[in-house]
């Protein structure tokens, strides 16, 4: 079977990243293996991973199973909440190496913002660090509010390259994505497909007919288009190969209108959790 290649995106200190990633949230630790192998065979080179998601052992180890060098595939990992600070954070990151066997990863995202500032500065601090270090190409953040990456503009010394939230088009995150053309940050999206939310969609339905696509491949090739780096999670070998096959057609600048404006009454420019810090939530 041919393998499908997949456009990067060149991030603004020159990293490369794959537009389309697999995201592997709520994969059993036991199944996460086979589930990366099975996205590997068939030309995934990004895999979105997390401490909390108990699974980079297994994105390590489907790794070092496949053909496939380490400067092949682009690993996103995530630090978690309760290891914020300075020192907490390199010691959580050293374990983190650990679990995936790497001596570095691609891309390590501060999962959440937490409600003390200072915290959240010395994680990015310590990211810097890790970045100094090579032990991570490149770093970012994921959930934060419009202050917070203003916080961080202001007061640190390097810009994240990427900010991952939830999005899809029904939460369009406009102004946090307009925050990101002016910073030149890569906009993550989070829950691409809203956890299957949007595969019932009509409007996007009827746009998938006419291109001979899935809803989701639709809505997949929707972020694409949008500059978005797209991490759609799927256990199920069908819908892994599926997920990818969206770089063989191009939906209209009146189709991507469309698909934006059909869910412009639920989309905000909000950020999901504004005041919480997601605090449990993955
Ligand atoms: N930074 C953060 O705080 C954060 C938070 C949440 C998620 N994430 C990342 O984002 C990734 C994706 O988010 P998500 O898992 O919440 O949502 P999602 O990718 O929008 O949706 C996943 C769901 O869609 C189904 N699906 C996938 N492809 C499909 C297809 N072609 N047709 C029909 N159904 C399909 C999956 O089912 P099956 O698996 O059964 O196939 C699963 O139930 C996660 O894996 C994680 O890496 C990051």
């Given at each position: 079977m041919p393998e499908l290649t997949i456009p990067n995106i060149t991030l603004h200190d020159g990293v490369e990243i794959p537009q389309l990633g697999l995201g592997v949230v709520h994969v059993p630790p036991e199944e996460a293996q086979g589930v990366v192998e099975d996205a590997l065979d068939v030309g995934y080179r990004h895999i979105d991973t997390a401490a909390s998601y108990r699974s980079e052992a297994a994105v390590g180890a489907a790794l070092a199973a496949s053909d496939l060098s380490r400067e092949e595939v682009f690993v996103t990992?995530?630090?978690?909440?309760a290891e914020q600070s300075y020192d907490s954070t390199l010691k959580a990151f050293e374990a983190t190496l650990d679990r995936l066997g790497f001596e570095h990863v691609d891309l390590c995202l501060i999962h959440w913002p937490v409600?003390?500032?200072s915290r959240s500065l010395n994680t990015w601090r310590a990211?810097?660090?890790?970045?100094?270090e090579g032990r991570a190409r490149t770093i970012g953040v994921s959930n934060c509010r419009v202050e917070d990456l203003e916080r961080l503009e202001a007061e640190t010394?390097?810009?994240?390259?990427?900010?991952?939230?939830?999005?899809?088009s029904r939460l369009q995150q406009v102004e946090l994505r307009r925050l990101h053309a002016e910073y030149r940050i890569?906009?993550?999206a989070w829950s691409?497909?809203?956890q299957r939310d949007l595969l019932a969609d009509e409007t996007i339905g009827e746009i998938a007919v006419r291109h001979g696509k899935s809803p989701a491949q639709t809505i997949l090739r929707w972020h694409v288009q949008l500059g978005n780096v797209a991490i759609p999670k799927s256990v199920t070998a069908e819908r892994i190969r599926e997920n990818i096959e969206i770089f063989d057609f191009k939906l209209s600048k009146e189709e991507m209108a469309t698909i934006s404006e059909a869910?412009?009454?639920m989309a905000t420019g909000r950020?999901?959790?504004p005041a919480s810090g997601g605090a449990g939530r993955i």
């Open positions: 990992t995530r630090l978690w909440n409600l003390s500032e990211s810097e660090r890790i970045l100094e010394d390097t810009r994240p390259t990427v900010h991952q939230v939830e999005l899809h890569v906009t993550g691409p497909l809203a869910d412009a009454a950020t999901v959790f």
